[in-house]
C-alpha cells in the first residue's frame, strides 16, 4: 500500500533534488516528485548558462518554483 500522498504545498517538500555529477563543467540534476517518484524536470548548464527543462504535463507548482536561477526555461512535450 502506498503512502498517503503530500500535500506540502513548500517545493522543497514537494520535490526531491538528485545531482549527477560528471565533472565541474558536465551536471545535470533531476527533479523527482516525491508522491510518486516520477521525474519533473532538470537543470542542466549549457555554455555556462543553467537551462531548466520541465515535462509539460508537470505540475503547475513544478513549472513554477524549480530552478529559479535558471536564464532558460525550456518546456519538454510530451506526447499523449
Do not use: C
Not at 500522498?5 to 516528485?33: C, H, M, R, W, Y
Not at 508522491?35 to 515535462?55: E, I
Amino acid at each position: 500500500m502506498l503512502p498517503e500522498p503530500s500535500k506540502a504545498t513548500d517545493p522543497e517538500q514537494l520535490f526531491l533534488l538528485v545531482g549527477l555529477n560528471v565533472t565541474k563543467e558536465k551536471s545535470i540534476t533531476l527533479a523527482l516528485d516525491v508522491n510518486n517518484v516520477y521525474v519533473v524536470g532538470y537543470l542542466d548548464a549549457y555554455q555556462y548558462k543553467y537551462r531548466a527543462h520541465v515535462f509539460s504535463d508537470a505540475s503547475k507548482i513544478a513549472k513554477d518554483s524549480l530552478w529559479k536561477e535558471a536564464k532558460e526555461r525550456l518546456p519538454i512535450i510530451t506526447a499523449t
